[in-house]
């Protein structure tokens, strides 16, 4: 949410959660992949 809805880059969603920058990015990879999945089931 935070990367689309208030355009934050990685770094900062990492200072803010105070995760590092690679979890962020496997987060975010995993969100979408479920989001997609969720959305082509919909689809049908």
């Not at 208030?6 to 496997?26: C, M, Q």
């Amino acid at each position: 949410m935070l990367r689309y809805l208030e355009d934050l880059d990685l770094a900062t969603i990492a200072e803010t959660l105070g995760i590092s920058v690679g979890t962020v990015k496997g987060q975010l990879s995993r969100a979408q992949a479920h989001l997609r999945t969720a959305l082509e089931g919909s689809a049908s």
